[in-house]
């Protein structure tokens, strides 16, 4: 019973570094969600794709690229790191919508210093 | 837009009863989810509400009104435990397939 493992768990790199962030499920989710937590922000959604394939922006997507070539994997990359992506990342994900009362679930976070 | 409020911060004693409120402005609406997060950890969900009334859940109960725009979530019996950010997130949406806008959360810390 994994559920949704977010890798690694913490990463320091340097400013204009690439990072790239795994995320992996094992409930066969069509949904799957990218968010940053941020003290005074709460949490932001960066990028959520509805199926392998699809992706969409979400509020704050910039400096951030997605994939979703397997319906289980989401990987969020960071092409060229900056100090302000410090931040705790959320991998998410949530059986089809429809009805509207699917919850997300939650994987235990990446926490990332951009040096 | 979206805008989504919540308390900042909220105190109360071990054994009493907490209410946490949200309200929200979206435009449109399909449900209203409250999440609890304790510190360093990950959010858990704890409620949907998507018609009006109360939802309870054993110690926790949350309330909405959609014409108000507003939701509670209410704590009874707090235990030490029960200290966490709650998060309040709306579904922006007249359809299902939107995700969640969180509001910033609210902090309770649950004293002796």
């Known amino acids: 019973d994994a559920g949704i493992t977010q890798s690694p768990r913490y990463k320091i790199t340097e400013t204009g570094r690439q990072v790239t962030l795994m995320c992996h499920q094992t409930?066969?989710?069509?949904?799957m969600f990218w968010y940053r937590q941020d003290l005074g922000h709460g949490l932001r959604l960066i990028y959520y794709s509805a199926a392998a394939d699809i992706t969409d922006k979400g509020e704050v997507p910039d400096g951030y690229v997605v994939s979703r070539s397997k319906t289980e994997n989401f990987p969020l990359t960071l092409e060229s790191a900056t100090r302000s992506q410090t931040s705790v990342y959320f991998c998410?994900?949530?059986?089809?919508?429809?009805?509207?009362?699917?919850?997300?679930?939650f994987g235990d976070g990446t926490r990332l210093s951009i040096l | 837009g979206q805008n989504i409020d919540q308390p900042t911060e909220m105190t109360a004693t071990e054994g009493a009863i907490v209410q946490i409120n949200c309200t929200y402005q979206t435009s449109g609406f399909n449900g209203l989810f409250w999440y609890q997060q304790h510190a360093g950890e990950a959010p858990t969900f704890l409620s949907y509400?998507?018609?009006?009334g109360l939802e309870e859940k054993g110690r926790f109960s949350s309330f909405l009104s959609r014409s108000k725009g507003y939701s509670y979530l209410l704590l009874k019996e707090l235990q030490m435990k029960d200290s966490a950010s709650y998060l309040c997130a709306v579904r922006d949406s007249n359809s299902g397939n939107t995700p969640l806008v969180f509001g910033k959360g609210t902090r309770l810390s649950v004293i002796a």
């Open positions: 509400n998507v018609l009006d």
């Open positions: 409930w066969s989710h069509s949904y």
């Open positions: 998410a994900s949530s059986d089809t919508l429809t009805g509207g009362n699917q919850p997300q679930h």
